[in-house]
């Protein structure tokens, strides 16, 4: 199953509406045809939007990674932290086109849903600079550093279909089920129905269906294809197995297996998400199966090895038997025709191999004397069986690791197929856009990132008893205390005033000693006085300010759980020492923004492995204010 072009016209323009003005903060390779970019907006919530060869669609899952991706490595290079321009179609082909913009660079991403799928990164002006599959095939080559060619477009419009051309369509003998197919390029089932809610016979020719049926079938595949396009939906799925399928409009009334969802979104997210779970377990069974019969065949030729080695031994013990009893029969050398008639018996040959006298048992030999008495070579003999009998210890112990790594591959088989799957992305809490912490007092305190952040927290967010937070320095954010029993407790002002000095252009200037200022909501006023104008994000104050004197400029970053999860923090050092299961202390001045963040987040994975999996570097680059920072101290206060 993979998106049609209509349904890929309308998730492209709902999901252009969900990205509009998102960056690119990570990007997850999935498996080989899919991966996971997570978009980062300042005032929204973060998108993760699931690129895949079956289709594009914003995801609510978490998918641990299944294989490598080839692209993953060169998409992060150049597309992380750049901004998506647009995200767009051409008709109704089934590719999209992601433009991502990075200071001076500028990337598009192209994604084909038909054939086989593929991804390609190219620059602005198309050049190929990775992609996934090469193509090389009469009308068109993909390599890296050609010119991004798309396949030859042969189809109609389908969103300004006209009557014109859908009669040329249906102007040959062909049955109508197959000509709506090949003429609009629609799958099947989409063509089952448009048929099922004409009342035609699929079967009838195109060019003898009446002028009623014409109009009919017309006007049909016009209200589906609107229907589709502009997300007039009645979404539905079917989660069967053999026909596991995603609808954004009702199909067939009688068919019992479909039930509906909230959005075709919903339905592709399951649909998809299932079909990548369901290949990566049969990826992991075809691997582990593989293994386990490689090992079962090498523990078959062990034990086999141990059978023929005791054989072995056991020949060659009784031929030294036979020459002993060669000797009480008075024969005394090798080469007797007595004794090398008995041998010949025995299946035992004496050859000469460079001139040296060999006795041949079975695939063994044996390196002997022609003139030395009977029970001399008969000795040799049973050496020769000991040692061969040696051998068979060795074997064992290899039986006993080749079962060993057996086991294991089983349980780790089983493991690995087991551990193929997915889980909800937490909804996180509404503070989490902005700078956040709680107070040692536990009251929750809340800062702009920018001038937009800023807007959107005082507009939203200011409620009647909070205390609204500034310094006195221009590129302060506002802070907003949320205390709602208007409560003065000294130790949370002090701590969110802390805060917003070093959230300020403070840290950026090592201006220590700058003092901030609280006032309540009513002081706050959202439009200038007359004549006057403000900036985006910022704000009059009216009345008295509430001063407090400079702290010291120092923050901390730590992680706290939050019941089952673990949220990363920034604020006034006691607050986070006090919360979090880790912290680390920073001032201003030292090493890059970028730096600090690969240095701490090299501190806290050393405290939770699992901390390496939840956070990325961007997380920390995130809660860290702008500005050159150095880690001064570092702990951890509670266990995990």
Same mark, same amino acid.
């Given at each position: 199953?993979?998106?049609?072009?209509?349904?890929?016209?309308?998730?492209?323009?709902?999901?252009?509406?969900?990205?509009?003005?998102?960056?690119?903060?990570?990007?997850?390779?999935?498996?080989?045809?899919?991966?996971?970019?997570?978009?980062?907006?300042?005032?929204?919530?973060?998108?993760?939007?699931?690129?895949?060869?079956?289709?594009?669609?914003?995801?609510?899952?978490?998918?641990?990674?299944?294989?490598?991706?080839?692209?993953?490595?060169?998409?992060?290079?150049? &597309?992380?932290?750049? $901004?998506?321009?647009?995200? !767009?179609? @051409?008709?109704?082909?089934? +590719?999209?086109?992601?433009?991502? %913009? =990075?200071?001076?660079?500028?990337?598009?991403?192209?994604?084909?849903?038909?054939?086989?799928?593929?991804?390609?990164?190219?620059?602005?002006?198309?050049?190929?600079?990775?992609?996934?599959?090469?193509?090389?095939?009469?009308?068109?080559?993909?390599?890296?550093?050609?010119?991004?060619?798309?396949?030859?477009?042969?189809?109609?419009?389908?969103?300004?279909?006209?009557?014109?051309?859908?009669?040329?369509?249906?102007?040959?003998?062909?049955?109508?089920?197959?000509?709506?197919?090949?003429? &609009?390029?629609?799958? $099947?089932?989409?063509?089952? !129905?448009? @048929?099922?809610?004409?009342? +035609?016979?699929?079967?009838?020719? %195109? =060019?003898?269906?009446?002028?009623?049926?014409?109009?009919?079938?017309?006007?049909?595949?016009?209200?589906?294809?609107?229907?589709?396009?502009?997300?007039?939906?009645?979404?539905?799925?079917?989660?069967?197995?053999?026909?596991?399928?995603?609808?954004?409009?009702?199909?067939?009334?009688?068919?019992?297996?479909?039930?509906?969802?909230?959005?075709?979104?919903?339905?592709?997210?399951?649909?998809?998400?299932?079909?990548?779970?369901?290949?990566?377990?049969?990826?992991?069974?075809?691997?582990?199966?593989?293994?386990?019969?490689?090992?079962?065949?090498?523990?078959?030729?062990?034990?086999?090895?141990?059978?023929?080695?005791?054989?072995?031994?056991?020949?060659?013990?009784?031929?030294?038997?036979?020459?002993?009893?060669?000797?009480?029969?008075?024969?005394?050398?090798?080469?007797?025709?007595?004794?090398?008639?008995?041998?010949?018996?025995?299946?035992?040959?004496?050859?000469?191999?460079?001139?040296?006298?060999?006795?041949?048992?079975?695939?063994?030999?044996?390196?002997?004397?022609?003139?030395?008495?009977?029970?001399?070579?008969?000795?040799?003999?049973?050496?020769?069986?000991?040692?061969?009998?040696?051998?068979?210890?060795?074997?064992?112990?290899?039986?006993?690791?080749?079962?060993?790594?057996?086991?294991?591959?089983?349980?780790?088989?089983?493991?690995?197929?087991?551990?193929?799957?997915?889980?909800?992305?937490?909804?996180?809490?509404?503070?989490?856009?902005?700078?956040?912490?709680?107070?040692?007092?536990?009251?929750?305190?809340?800062?702009?990132?920018?001038?937009?952040?800023?807007?959107?927290?005082?507009?939203?967010?200011?409620?009647?008893?909070?205390?609204?937070?500034?310094?006195?320095?221009?590129?302060?954010?506002?802070?907003?205390?949320?205390?709602?029993?208007?409560?003065?407790?000294?130790?949370?002002?002090?701590?969110?005033?802390?805060?917003?000095?070093?959230?300020?252009?403070?840290?950026?200037?090592?201006?220590?000693?700058?003092?901030?200022?609280?006032?309540?909501?009513?002081?706050?006023?959202?439009?200038?006085?007359?004549?006057?104008?403000?900036?985006?994000?910022?704000?009059?104050?009216?009345?008295?300010?509430?001063?407090?004197?400079?702290?010291?400029?120092?923050?901390?970053?730590?992680?706290?759980?939050?019941?089952?999860?673990?949220?990363?923090?920034?604020?006034?050092?006691?607050?986070?020492?006090?919360?979090?299961?880790?912290?680390?202390?920073?001032?201003?001045?030292?090493?890059?923004?970028?730096?600090?963040?690969?240095?701490?987040?090299?501190?806290?994975?050393?405290?939770?492995?699992?901390?390496?999996?939840?956070?990325?570097?961007?997380?920390?680059?995130?809660?860290?204010?702008?500005?050159?920072?150095?880690?001064?101290?570092?702990?951890?206060?509670?266990?995990?």
């Amino acid at each position: 199953m993979t998106v049609a072009g209509i349904e890929l016209k309308y998730l492209i323009k709902e999901i252009g509406q969900k990205i509009e003005g998102c960056y690119v903060s990570n990007i997850y390779g999935i498996n080989r045809n899919s991966l996971l970019f997570k978009m980062r907006h300042p005032d929204k919530p973060d998108t993760m939007l699931m690129i895949s060869t079956m289709g594009i669609w914003t995801t609510s899952k978490k998918i641990d990674p299944i294989e490598p991706n080839k692209l993953l490595r060169r998409l992060r290079s150049d &597309l992380l932290r750049s $901004k998506i321009e647009k995200i !767009e179609q @051409i008709g109704t082909e089934r +590719i999209a086109y992601l433009t991502f %913009s =990075n200071f001076d660079n500028r990337f598009v991403l192209i994604v084909e849903f038909f054939g086989q799928g593929n991804m390609l990164l190219c620059n602005y002006s198309k050049k190929i600079l990775a992609l996934m599959h090469s193509i090389d095939v009469r009308h068109r080559q993909l390599r890296i550093g050609l010119e991004y060619n798309p396949p030859p477009q042969d189809g109609v419009d389908l969103i300004d279909l006209k009557k014109s051309e859908f009669k040329k369509i249906l102007s040959t003998s062909t049955s109508i089920g197959k000509m709506i197919g090949r003429g &609009l390029g629609l799958p $099947k089932k989409y063509v089952e !129905e448009i @048929i099922r809610l004409s009342s +035609i016979d699929r079967t009838k020719p %195109s =060019n003898e269906i009446s002028e009623t049926e014409f109009e009919s079938l017309f006007d049909v595949i016009c209200t589906t294809i609107s229907n589709v396009v502009n997300g007039i939906h009645d979404a539905t799925i079917i989660t069967d197995t053999e026909e596991s399928d995603a609808f954004p409009i009702r199909f067939s009334d009688d068919n019992t297996k479909a039930r509906e969802v909230s959005s075709f979104n919903e339905g592709l997210d399951i649909i998809f998400t299932e079909q990548i779970l369901n290949k990566g377990k049969s990826l992991y069974s075809e691997e582990s199966e593989k293994r386990i019969s490689e090992l079962q065949n090498r523990l078959e030729e062990q034990k086999n090895a141990i059978v023929i080695v005791q054989e072995k031994s056991k020949n060659i013990a009784d031929v030294a038997n036979l020459l002993f009893s060669m000797q009480s029969e008075g024969e005394s050398k090798i080469n007797d025709p007595k004794v090398v008639e008995a041998l010949k018996n025995q299946n035992v040959e004496l050859v000469k191999e460079k001139g040296i006298p060999i006795l041949k048992i079975d695939d063994a030999k044996v390196k002997i004397e022609l003139d030395a008495p009977l029970p001399s070579i008969a000795s040799i003999l049973f050496d020769e069986s000991k040692k061969q009998k040696g051998a068979i210890p060795s074997i064992e112990k290899l039986i006993k690791k080749t079962e060993d790594q057996l086991e294991k591959t089983i349980e780790k088989g089983e493991i690995a197929k087991g551990s193929v799957g997915f889980s909800d992305i937490r909804k996180k809490n509404w503070y989490e856009r902005y700078r956040w912490f709680f107070t040692s007092d536990g009251i929750l305190a809340v800062g702009g990132r920018d001038s937009s952040s800023n807007s959107a927290l005082v507009r939203k967010h200011m409620e009647n008893n909070d205390k609204i937070f500034h310094a006195e320095i221009t590129g302060s954010p506002f802070f907003i205390l949320k205390d709602k029993d208007e409560i003065l407790l000294p130790l949370s002002l002090e701590e969110t005033a802390q805060a917003t000095v070093c959230f300020s252009r403070a840290w950026q200037t090592s201006a220590h000693g700058l003092n901030s200022f609280w006032v309540k909501p009513d002081q706050v006023k959202k439009a200038a006085p007359t004549g006057q104008s403000m900036g985006k994000g910022s704000f009059m104050i009216y009345g008295t300010r509430n001063f407090i004197k400079g702290s010291s400029l120092k923050l901390a970053v730590g992680i706290m759980r939050d019941d089952e999860d673990f949220l990363l923090v920034c604020g006034p050092p006691e607050p986070i020492k006090q919360n979090c299961v880790c912290y680390a202390i920073i001032e201003p001045g030292g090493s890059s923004i970028s730096d600090v963040a690969k240095k701490i987040r090299g501190e806290f994975n050393k405290t939770n492995d699992k901390f390496q999996k939840l956070f990325v570097i961007d997380d920390y680059v995130r809660a860290l204010p702008t500005g050159s920072s150095k880690v001064t101290d570092s702990g951890n206060q509670k266990s995990i």
